[in-house]
């Protein structure tokens, strides 16, 4: 089992950056693809990123690409997400997951077995 906690999380005007972080605590990090997914007030989760347990392959939802960055910190047990160019619309809790799928950067919630309690970011306009 693992233990997530995100942090980083606030209010930022359009245009601006966060950095949010995830540490994960229990068994080897290693052993855990991640994900960062969102929820909007009165919307699903979507996702936005992962990254595989190799830090081989990433992939973005088609709303962030080219504007966040996932990655991750082995020594650490931390998964990271740079936002910048942050727009009104990615207003939401961002939640932290793990995955244990062996290869690749799951996409579907259902993937992950284990997550955050989820941190509030707010982009202001």
């Known amino acids: 089992q693992v233990q997530l906690e995100e942090a980083g999380g606030g209010l930022v005007q359009a245009g601006g950056s966060l950095i949010l972080s995830c540490a994960a605590s229990?068994?080897?990090?290693?052993?855990?693809?991640m994900g960062w997914f969102r929820q909007a007030p009165g919307k699903q989760r979507e996702f936005v990123t992962a990254?595989?347990?190799?830090?081989?392959?990433?992939d973005y939802a088609e709303s962030v690409k080219g504007r966040f960055t996932i990655s991750r910190d082995g020594a650490k047990n931390t998964v990271y997400l740079q936002m910048n160019s942050l727009k009104p619309e990615d207003t939401a809790v961002y939640y932290c997951?793990?995955?244990?799928?062996?290869?690749?950067?799951?996409?579907?919630?259902?993937?992950?077995?284990?997550w955050g309690q989820g941190t509030q970011v707010t982009v202001a306009s």
């Open positions: 229990g068994r080897t990090f290693s052993s855990y693809a």
């Open positions: 997951a793990a995955s244990t799928a062996r290869w690749g950067a799951p996409l579907r919630g259902l993937e992950y077995s284990y």
């Open positions: 990254i595989s347990r190799n830090v081989g392959s990433t």
